[in-house]
C-alpha cells in the first residue's frame, strides 16, 4: 500500500502553464483571425456548379464516357486432378 504525497499550494502549476503577455497576445490574435476566417467561410455564397459538355471535354475522356465496356468473358474452370 503506498501513500501518495501531496504538493503544497505555491509549488502547484497550472495546467497549461503560465503565458507570458507576448504569446498570451498572439494566441488571442490567432484565434480571432481564426473566428474571421471560419465566419468568412460559412457567410460566403457557395461557388455555382458548371456541367462540363461533352464537347468540352478531351476526345480521350469522351471515348471513356461514351464507349460502354466490353463484358468479359467468363473463365472456364480448370479441371479437378485426382491424385
Known amino acids: 500500500m503506498s501513500t501518495a504525497t501531496t504538493v503544497p499550494a505555491p509549488y502547484r502549476q497550472p495546467l497549461w502553464g503560465t503565458l507570458d503577455r507576448v504569446?498570451?497576445?498572439?494566441?488571442?490574435?490567432a484565434a480571432v483571425c481564426?473566428?474571421?476566417?471560419?465566419?468568412?467561410?460559412?457567410?460566403?455564397?457557395?461557388?455555382?456548379?458548371r456541367e462540363a459538355k461533352l464537347e468540352e471535354m478531351p476526345e480521350r475522356i469522351a471515348k471513356l464516357i461514351l464507349e460502354r465496356p466490353q463484358p468479359a468473358a467468363p473463365k472456364r474452370a480448370a479441371p479437378a486432378v485426382r491424385a
Open 34 to 49: 481564426g473566428v474571421v476566417v471560419v465566419i468568412g467561410v460559412l457567410v460566403a455564397p457557395p461557388v455555382p456548379v
Open 23 to 29: 504569446s498570451r497576445n498572439c494566441l488571442a490574435a
